[in-house]
């Protein structure tokens, strides 16, 4: 019998065979071949939309996949944040301000071959405001008592009320126009009247939207858009880098900033979204039922430090609920300048010299995680000794905001103008003034841009003078991107990923 | 033999209802409403209503069990919350990634940890068996997430040969789709590979030490014959059912992995599907997963009875 000896050479020819194998595997897919002038382009996203019917949802991806690409409303805002025509061509308003006459485009089409016209609206608002409706911003639609259809190209919608902000809302993903024969299945196969068209959703990883050939307005020049979805940060950098998606919108990973930065073949852009970044407190709790305690913790908290140690300076500070790029925008930050000294002061006044015990319930987006640390170091600087409590998405939701049951909290408010949050009597705030009702009331009644401006500026100062949250910062929006690719948003005046505009350069 | 499998069933049956239990009571009891988290902070209290009866989340808890149950038996898993699609249906789309991967990175480990553990066993002691533990006890005390981070790092960003993450269907083809999968598989197989290493040199050496070992030596068999057709083949029994074990570990551990990877598989829907409290999608997948579990647990005992007669007597 041979007296073989065992080969440790085999084992590490099974090492090296692993090595091969991942070699090898390099070659079996090919990697994509850089053309002069791609016509696709891939767009990353952090959270994948749980489905695609932007009537039906809050989720910001949903939006953020289908507005202005797949689905249509009657109006629409821009990148600018201008609410410009859409599906509705032109519109007027009686001087009353409760009749709005909209007229369609003639051309408009689904994406099954179906005429869009009036009916297809009328169905549309209709199912939004009835009683079994689920669309997540049914508010949007309290105003409308009737839509009428003269004919396949008007639509003619009559007000209960005045309502300032009818065409701003018309023109959210909420109000996308959709057909009678789709609405059901829209969250699984979109059928919208865009310029794209829905490809395949590949579940857990993207979105592929193609170019609808019939479109009736201006064709965008690409002609395959995908959204992939990459919640983890580190996952997101290298996406970039090895150069499997072309654009990340709503990066959050802002230390990972310079870097790009630096390197010629990216372009980092720094822009401005709806969200405003509150400290919320309990007004109706002891002892934030105290407005003296409020703007103790005004004083006390350094927003500088903040935006710097939260969004490494990514980020405008406000000084109420109110974004520094709208138009009506009142610089208030400087009313509750930093100062600890002040702060204690004004506790002692209110009774507390020794401060007190308080918790901080937070959601899980990081800039909340991130901020609240340092909020909670700010606080215990005068006194006001924090507990943290972490909580994820559905807890902070029953908990917190329908339940009311919180002392402290951090969040981005990221609907746009919603400033009249603070006159809801049910609000998680708990906050209640007479004066903001009427205000609020006065801006329905009102259409004059300037005058509407001058009432939005009393809101913002009546909620500055009530310290009723900690008014912390606007979350930025960061977009980086290859270098070559032009049209992207820089702003997020709404949720969306408009990449109608979008092409190489 | 029929005994030991009829034992096997019940337990089976009998764990797949406890796991029905606890996932039905444990969402019944954590905080959190489907219907406000797909509606968000604006919605209204009517549309939330309508849209818990739609979900028909307005029935009483015990009827939204039997019906649950019911359904189960008939092999029918529910419609998703979210997705608003039959569950089966969600998650046979992530079997077809979750299996193969956990599949392809069973056979790395096991390809490369028996020999080196059985090199490891024959050169114990030696420069080969510390070079073997040493990686093992690194692979160890690696976690996957970490390894995964750093393979995308040196393969995707440096070298460019591998896509940073996703995954692009099976539809795209069979080269393309195994791309996607094998440095998660390398992330998820290097740890376990360790762990399956160190296994297979301790049982190698258990063997080694035994009576018939010694007997065969004692009759000339040579020392490479002996560690292969004797020894080996004896130590594979504590190996196969680790190897269960990983499996089980594998399908329903590759959570971490599939996120970093971005993974569409069965780990991540679990994930995504607790955030949005769709909790049918939520039951349904822990159900597949505890069924899948006992049966690859049921599968490897029946394997080694077969080989080994004593636990049949048990």
Not at chain 1, 35 to 43: E, P, S
Not at chain 1, 67 to 72: K, M, Q, R, V, W
Not at chain 2, 59 to 69: Q, S, V
Not at chain 2, 84 to 94: C, F, I, N, S, T
Request: aromatic share 8%; with cysteine; proline share 7%.
């Amino acid at each position: 019998m041979p007296n073989r000896k065992p080969r440790p050479a085999a084992a590490a020819g099974l090492a090296a065979g692993l090595l091969a194998a991942l070699a090898f595997g390099s070659a079996l897919g090919g990697a994509p071949a850089l053309a002069q002038t791609r016509a696709d382009v891939v767009v990353g996203m952090a959270l994948e939309p749980p489905h695609l019917d932007p009537t039906a949802g809050a989720a910001a991806a949903i939006k953020e996949v289908t507005y202005a690409n797949l689905y249509e409303p009657l109006t629409r805002v821009d990148a600018e944040g201008n609410v410009v025509p859409a599906l509705a061509r032109t519109w007027t308003v009686s001087e009353d301000g409760l009749t709005y006459r909209f007229t369609l485009r003639s051309g408009a089409k689904f994406h099954d071959g179906s005429v869009c016209d009036s009916a297809d609206v009328k169905f549309s608002l209709d199912r939004a405001r009835a009683t079994d409706s689920v669309n997540a911003q049914k508010a949007y639609f309290a105003s409308i008592a009737a839509v009428e259809t003269p004919d396949p190209g008007t639509v003619v919608v009559t007000l209960s009320r005045p309502d300032g902000l009818f065409l701003f809302h018309m023109a959210s993903g909420d109000a996308a126009i959709v057909a009678p024969e789709s609405a059901s299945t829209n969250k699984q196969k979109p059928v919208g009247t865009g310029p794209f068209k829905f490809d395949r959703w590949v579940a857990g990883d993207r979105v592929v939207l193609v170019r609808n050939p019939d479109y009736d307005g201006p064709k965008p020049a690409l002609e395959r858009v995908s959204f992939r979805f990459i919640s983890d940060p580190a996952a997101q950098v290298a996406a970039l880098k090895a150069g499997d998606v072309d654009a990340f919108t709503l990066f959050s990973t802002y230390e990972a900033l310079p870097e790009f930065r630096n390197d010629p073949k990216f372009t980092v852009t720094v822009g401005t979204t709806e969200g405003e970044t509150i400290l919320s407190t309990n007004n109706a709790r002891k002892p934030f039922d105290d407005v003296r305690v409020r703007r103790a913790m005004a004083h006390a908290i350094d927003r500088k430090t903040l935006i710097e140690g939260v969004l490494y300076g990514n980020g405008a500070a406000i000084g109420s609920h109110f974004p520094p790029h709208r138009a009506g925008y009142v610089d208030l930050t400087g009313l509750y300048p930093y100062d600890p000294a002040k702060a204690k002061a004004l506790l002692a006044e209110a009774g507390l010299p020794n401060g007190f015990d308080t918790t901080l319930r937070l959601p899980p987006p990081p800039y909340a995680r991130r901020g609240g640390e340092l909020v909670a170091a700010m606080l215990a600087e005068v006194g006001i000794r924090v507990k943290i409590e972490p909580m994820e998405w559905a807890a902070w939701l029953e908990k917190v905001f329908k339940g009311k049951d919180y002392d402290l909290s951090m969040i981005a408010h990221t609907e746009p103008l919603d400033i009249d949050v603070y006159g809801r009597a049910d609000y998680y705030f708990n906050y209640r003034n007479d004066r903001f009702k009427a205000l609020d009331e006065e801006l329905n009644r009102t259409q004059d841009p300037a005058k509407r401006n001058a009432l939005y500026g009393d809101q913002q100062r009546l909620l500055a003078e009530d310290a009723v949250n900690g008014f912390l910062f606007m979350l930025p929006s960061v977009t980086v991107q290859n270098a070559k690719l032009a049209g992207m948003w820089a702003n997020r005046p709404i949720q969306a990923n408009d990449v109608t505009g979008v092409s190489w350069k | 033999m029929l005994a030991f499998l009829l034992r096997r069933l019940l337990t089976l049956l009998l764990t797949a209802w406890l796991a029905t239990v606890a996932v039905f009571a444990v969402l019944e009891a954590v905080p959190g409403d489907p219907a406000l988290l797909m509606l968000g902070v604006n919605a209204q209290p009517d549309t939330l209503a309508a849209l818990r009866a739609q979900m028909g989340l307005d029935r009483p808890m015990a009827e939204r069990y039997l019906r649950w149950t019911a359904g189960l038996l008939r092999g029918d898993l529910g419609v998703s919350l979210t997705y608003a699609r039959p569950v089966a249906g969600l998650v046979a789309e992530r079997l077809v990634v979750t299996l193969p991967l956990a599949l392809l990175s069973l056979a790395m480990s096991t390809l490369a940890a028996i020999p080196l553990g059985l090199l490891a066993a024959a050169r114990r002691g030696r420069g080969g068996d510390w070079a073997v533990m040493g990686f093992a006890q690194l692979g160890v005390a690696m976690p996957s997430f970490w390894i995964a981070i750093l393979l995308i790092l040196l393969f995707s960003v440096t070298l460019g040969w591998f896509p940073a993450g996703g995954f692009p269907g099976w539809e795209a083809g069979v080269g393309p789709a195994l791309k996607a999968l094998l440095l998660p598989a390398v992330a998820l197989a290097v740890p376990e590979a360790a762990i399956l290493a160190r296994v297979t040199r301790t049982a190698v050496l258990d063997t080694l030490g035994e009576d018939h070992i010694r007997t065969a030596r004692a009759k000339g068999v040579g020392r490479a014959a002996v560690l292969l057709r004797h020894a080996l083949p004896n130590a594979l029994i504590p190996v196969a059912t680790v190897l269960g074990l990983q499996l089980s570990f594998l399908v329903a551990g590759a959570v971490v992995v599939e996120n970093v990877f971005t993974l569409p598989g069965l780990g991540r829907l679990l994930y995504q599907a607790i955030g949005q409290r769709d909790l049918i999608v939520v039951q349904g997948v822990v159900v597949v997963l505890a069924v899948f579990v006992v049966v690859v647990n049921a599968l490897v005992d029946i394997a080694c009875a077969m080989v080994d007669p004593r636990p049949r007597a048990s």
